[in-house]
């Protein structure tokens, strides 16, 4: 079975997002490559065909080739062709699949943005989605498509990378990055739908800002209105001297962040998986997150959920994983065993299997 890959999307200085998603899985699905699972053929779109040192790092001797538009693939020798973002040829003489990573333009009522992802649809032969809310989502604004070409495939844990570190090790890594207090982290983009608004406002009525721990946010994105907005709250707050802003911490560093921190704060309004919750889990922080969208489901009962906004709420978990030895323990010891479940390997298989069950339904 040969397939075609876009790897487009990962071929960024920040690797962060669908980016992250590609090199996570590209690599376990070339080494099934080489076991004949599957033939690939990778294919970069328009320039990013010249950035020579990111695609050599992934291809790993790979056959590569270029898509110079996004209009027309001729797929020759093909027998499918997959997305892994949300770009899909015009025309193919091959099916054509993608991953859906959320539907978020779809469920905030942006008709112009979402004009690509209908798109999408309408021309692919199946779809990955990463979680049962995301084809939920799927099938609420498309009642006709076949639910049997939809696979749920959910994002893995890098083991090797994320696991438990003694405290006082991760402690090290953290203070170079300017964070010396007890810290409780919200991890990711500092876009609006992250909701850092809520982790503010239920930071400054929390106990652990009054005992002096400080609430990073580790991540970066805002534009300048936004950041100005989050600092003007956090002044109203009280609590601009303990908030910590830490952008552009190298991904080798992301682990002993995440372990020397006391909670992992996840009040987004919308996510699509939110992988920083599982990798919390398998270093062994706990943490406490919103009953938006998806983030119950990959929180699987781990750790506490609290209703979207409320930020009182919100304030009472965070303390009840800080202070409380005795729910702590047991969300640390739940988010363990959840987060083993997730593997890339795991996720490398599936998606080979939706390969292979895509082109058999097109071949009957």
């Known amino acids: 079975m040969r397939v075609g890959l876009d790897i487009s999307q990962a071929v960024k200085k920040k690797v962060r997002g669908i ?14 490559g080489q076991t004949g699972a599957i033939d690939p053929v990778l294919y970069a779109r328009g320039d990013r065909i010249l950035r020579r040192a990111p695609l050599s790092s992934m291809r790993n001797g790979t056959p590569i080739r270029w898509m110079p538009f996004r209009l027309y693939l001729l797929g ?16 193919s003489r091959v099916p054509l699949t993608f991953t859906a990573h959320d539907f978020r ?24 989605c990463l979680t049962k809310h995301g084809r939920s989502r799927l099938l ?18 890098d083991h090797e990378t994320f696991k438990p570190v003694e405290k006082s090790v991760a402690r090290l890594t953290a203070q170079k990055h300017d964070l010396q207090k007890p810290y409780l982290i919200q991890l990711g983009s500092w876009f609006p739908h992250k909701n850092l608004e809520t982790s503010i406002e239920a930071f400054a009525v929390s106990q652990a800002c009054r005992e002096g721990f400080v609430l990073a946010f580790v991540g970066g994105g805002a534009n300048s209105d936004h950041r100005e907005n989050l600092d003007t709250l956090a002044k109203l707050k009280g609590v601009q001297d303990q908030i910590k802003w830490v952008e552009d911490v190298p991904a080798a560093d992301i682990p002993a962040v995440l372990a020397a921190s006391d909670c992992l704060l996840q009040p987004s309004r919308y996510e699509g998986f939110a992988l920083p919750l599982l990798e919390a889990m398998a270093v062994g922080t706990p943490g406490v997150a919103s009953d938006s969208t998806c983030l119950p ?16 709420q919100f304030a009472r978990h965070i303390d009840s994983m800080v202070f409380d030895s005795q729910k702590r323990d047991a969300a640390i010891e739940a988010g363990q065993k959840r987060a083993a479940i997730f593997t890339w390997e ?4 599936q998606t080979i299997n939706f390969f292979e069950k895509i082109v058999q339904m097109e071949s009957d």
Do not use: C, M
């Open 19 to 32: 980016a992250r998603y590609i090199r996570e899985i590209l690599p376990l699905l070339l080494a099934q």
């Open 76 to 91: 020759s020798g093909l027998d499918l062709f997959h997305s892994f973002g949300n770009y899909l040829p015009v025309h």
């Open 105 to 128: 333009v779809l469920d905030v009522n942006s008709d112009k943005s979402s004009a690509r992802l209908r798109e999408n649809v309408k021309r692919s032969s199946g779809i990955v």
């Open 140 to 157: 609420h604004h498309f009642h006709d498509y076949n639910p049997e070409r939809i696979a749920v495939i959910p994002h893995g844990v």
């Open 297 to 312: 489901e990959v929180t699987g009962g781990a750790w506490p959920i609290f209703e979207q906004d409320q930020f009182e």
């Open 346 to 349: 795991d996720s490398a298989i």
